[in-house]
């Protein structure tokens, strides 16, 4: 008896990887269900790539959180799992019985988002989708994005010119939260993530002005800097 156990949890044991290689394919065929609207196969196949991910970290699915994972090689991993965790969020926002599951989602979409270079992208889609009033739980949509808008510690142009852990950086930081306690600051820091960020990013990347985009953005905030600390001086 003791040894039909054992094999079994060693089967057992051996299966999590093999399904941890299939997973990615499990994805796959979730998004196709959730863009031809077959929605409760999508929730299956999502629910089965995030167990497949927390079987082989040895968590419950619940307990997936961004720090199981390498935070530079598995970035495209955290994509991915932010946007599972979406497509979750609004299949069970469908139904008013499952209204929590789809808050639980929304947080774990808010986990998988904040403080990545991908939170810009992740922000606009919820954007739309506010704005398209296609939520039946408006108000917990609203609050996810919201929370996105304002705990997210990056400065991500100010950390892609002079690093993350760089003094103007920390300033910019405490300027942003100087701007949330101002009725117009939301408005301010939602279009910096939204629009100002992924504008610099898109010409960051042009081999031809690149360097010199990182060169005036980086004046730009020196400028801004100099600005913000001979006032507090004064």
């Known amino acids: ?14 299966a999590v990887p093999k399904v941890y290689r299939e997973r990615l394919k499990l994805l796959k065929k979730a998004q196709e269900y959730s863009a031809a609207d077959e929605i409760p196969k999508a929730v299956e196949l999502y629910s089965q790539y995030l167990n497949a991910l927390a079987l ?3 968590v419950d699915e619940t307990k997936l959180e961004p720090k199981l994972f390498n935070q530079e090689t598995d ?9 599972a965790y979406w497509d979750l969020a609004k299949a069970y926002d469908r ?3 499952l209204h929590l599951e789809s808050i639980r989602c929304l947080d774990q979409f808010v986990k998988f988002t904040i403080g990545y270079k991908y939170q810009y992208v992740n922000a606009r889609t919820m954007k739309a989708f506010i704005r398209k009033r296609l939520a039946h739980n408006p108000k917990a949509f609203k ?12 400065c991500f142009v100010s950390s892609d010119i002079f690093g993350s852990d ?20 939301f408005k301010f820091v939602e279009f910096y993530y939204n629009s100002l960020c992924p504008t610099y990013f898109f010409f960051r990347k042009m081999p031809l002005v690149g360097d010199a985009v990182k060169c005036l953005s980086q004046l730009t905030l020196l400028f801004f800097y100099q600005f913000a ?6």
């Open 143 to 154: 609050q996810a994005y919201e929370r996105i808008q304002v705990e997210s510690k990056g």
């Open 56 to 58: 082989f970290y040895k």
């Open 166 to 185: 760089h003094h103007v950086t920390h300033q910019y930081r405490q300027f942003k939260s100087l701007l949330l306690s101002r009725s117009w600051g």
């Open 95 to 97: 139904s008013p019985n």
């Open 229 to 234: 600390k001979e006032r507090r001086l004064s």
């Open 75 to 83: 970035i495209a991993e955290l994509f991915l799992i932010s946007h």
């Open 1 to 14: 008896m003791a040894e039909n156990e054992k094999a079994k949890t060693e089967e057992a044991q051996e």
